[in-house]
């Protein structure tokens, strides 16, 4: 199962590592990325939609909307 945070990205399975972290920095609100405190969270948010890619290319998924 893929995460749906990761689904709504929208990304092909060919996309590269840096234009599935230019689409995450993309889903976060600007205040989101604006705010200090949140900086780890953001790193973890970003990790996780880097793994969830990784997977999806291993496995061969295909996206569903």
């Keep these: ?3 749906p945070a ?3 990205l929208c990304l ?3 996309a590269s590592p840096y234009a599935v972290l ?3 920095v993309r889903a976060l609100h600007p205040d989101t990325r604006a705010v200090r405190g949140f900086r780890a969270a953001r ?3 970003y990790r ?3 793994c969830a890619h990784a ?3 291993t496995a061969g998924d295909t996206p569903t909307d």
């Design 22 to 24: 230019r689409a995450a």
């Design 43 to 45: 790193k973890r948010f």
């Design 55 to 57: 997977a999806r290319q």
């Design 6 to 8: 990761y689904q709504r």
């Design 48 to 50: 996780q939609m880097l």
């Design 1 to 3: 199962m893929t995460d």
């Design 12 to 14: 092909p399975e060919t």
